[in-house]
């Protein structure tokens, strides 16, 4: 699907969406992260790195996800990052909040 258009990441939506696939994929590095959202939005979505490691960052500060030096398949070396249990906490309540809100778009869309 090379040729299909990308779009950006919905603004408010990155943090959820790592959240999101971090806890489904357990452990995973940035690139796996990346890969993960890409493939799982079935190559709509592309987090770009300049957006992707700056929001880890902020995650890791939050307590959100933790992380660990590692080594990956390839022999590179890597900071694999994991859920923390408040990281799951606050994926709940990004799931929540995203819902209430597109229920209301979809609620004004539908009224037009």
């Not at 489904?24 to 987090?47: D, F, P, T």
């Not at 992380?67 to 859920?83: D, F, I, M, P, S």
């Not at 990281?87 to 037009?112: C, D, F, H, M, T």
């Amino acid at each position: 699907m090379a040729d299909q258009k990308r779009d950006e990441i919905p603004p408010g939506t990155l943090y959820m969406l790592i959240l999101r696939t971090l806890a489904r994929g357990g452990e995973m590095h940035g690139y796996e992260i990346a890969n993960a959202i890409q493939r799982g939005s079935e190559e709509v979505l592309q987090v770009e790195e300049g957006s992707l490691y700056p929001a880890l960052q902020r995650m890791l500060i939050k307590g959100w996800v933790e992380a660990e030096w590692g080594v990956t398949a390839g022999n590179r070396r890597a900071r694999y990052y994991h859920l923390t249990k408040l990281g799951r906490e606050q994926l709940e309540q990004e799931l929540s909040q995203y819902r209430r809100v597109n229920i209301a778009i979809e609620k004004i869309l539908q009224s037009a």
